[in-house]
């Protein structure tokens, strides 16, 4: 059997790791939830059926390759409909979600069917096939915010743009990041901050529903030399150190570092463009 192992998959078993230290990355047997990059992925794999026929005095090796293919797919899209269910959207799962609610249900069971190829298919020395499925956190997002409770699109074009222009570039502050590597903390799709009065600092009301969706409202990281903190608050972002998280999934922060995001926020509307980024152990 021909050995073909893509980049992409050395890339999953290594975050599979048990040793993987990545609190951004919930890992199982058959894929892993990256929040941190807002994917979620999957692998199956399937026996590669092979038979023999006959050919004039030849006895040739068919192998049905399309076939192993489709079942791997099969068992990749159902491990992946599983790995969803797992994903904490804000301290329920999606699992739970999709039990609440039928519509709901049938949504996200469409776009996991729907689920696109990453990466080149493996074939393993066992004879079989192996081939990765994903979907993005946008696509769960889509189906799952509400359009209540968001900011006005037309407000937050609008917000800030004076204010901006008139602070000299190098000045500007480009972003927040909650230091939260001394506390247990769950990552999930849309948290939310309070301050120590347990007054919201941070949620759906301070940015738009389109954001929320497509970018996510908290990026993650372990260190500020990930490669996703730059893009996500810039290079001179203000640091805020969490206090708790009051349920694991929630941040809470000092009245006093509530108090100074505030203030930036009025300046620089980062909330607003969900210019927030949380690091985790």
Same mark, same amino acid.
Request: no cysteine.
């Given at each position: 059997m021909v050995k073909y192992l893509s980049i992409f998959l050395l890339i999953t078993n290594n975050l599979l790791a048990v040793d993987s230290p990545s609190a951004c990355v919930v890992r199982t047997d058959?894929?892993?939830?990256?929040?941190a990059n807002r994917v979620i992925i999957s692998r199956g794999t399937a026996s590669v059926v092979a038979k023999e026929i006959s050919q004039g005095d030849l006895q040739l090796v068919e192998k049905n390759l399309k076939l192993s293919?489709?079942?791997?797919?099969?068992?990749?899209?159902?491990?992946?409909?599983?790995?969803?269910k797992l994903v904490n959207y804000d301290g329920r799962t999606v699992g739970e979600i999709m039990l609440e609610d039928a519509l709901t249900d049938s949504r996200i069971a469409t776009l996991?069917?729907?689920?696109?190829?990453?990466?080149?298919?493996?074939y393993l020395e066992r004879n079989e096939v192996a081939i990765a499925?994903?979907?993005?956190?946008s696509g769960i997002a889509e189906i799952l915010?509400?359009?209540?409770?968001?900011?006005?699109?037309? !407000?937050?074009?609008?917000?800030?743009?004076? +204010? =901006? /222009?008139?602070?000299?570039?190098?000045?500007? #502050?480009?972003?927040?990041v909650i230091d939260a590597r001394n506390i247990y903390h769950i990552p999930a799709m849309v948290p939310k901050v309070f301050n120590?009065?347990?007054? !919201?600092?941070?949620?759906?009301?301070?940015? +738009? =529903? /389109?954001?929320?969706?497509?970018?996510?409202? #908290?990026?993650?990281?372990?260190?500020?030399?990930?490669?996703?903190?730059?893009?996500?608050?810039?290079?001179?972002?203000?640091?805020?150190?969490?206090?708790?998280s009051n349920?694991?999934?929630?941040?809470?922060?000092?009245n006093i570092d509530a108090e100074h995001i505030r203030a930036v926020e009025k300046k620089f509307g980062?909330?607003?463009?969900c210019k927030v980024l949380v690091l985790l152990k």
């Open positions: 058959h894929g892993f939830i990256d929040y293919k489709g079942e791997a797919r099969a068992r990749a899209r159902e491990n992946l409909l599983e790995l969803v996991v069917s729907s689920a696109y190829q990453q990466g080149e298919i493996e499925l994903a979907v993005k956190m915010v509400d359009a209540s409770g968001h900011m006005n699109e037309n !407000l937050a074009q609008s917000t800030f743009l004076m +204010t =901006r /222009s008139s602070i000299p570039k190098a000045e500007r #502050i480009s972003g927040v120590e009065d347990d007054k !919201l600092i941070y949620g759906p009301r301070h940015y +738009t =529903r /389109s954001r929320s969706v497509n970018r996510g409202p #908290i990026g993650y990281a372990h260190t500020m030399k990930d490669g996703n903190v730059r893009r996500r608050v810039g290079n001179n972002p203000i640091m805020i150190e969490a206090v708790s349920d694991t999934v929630n941040l809470t922060i000092s980062l909330l607003t463009d």
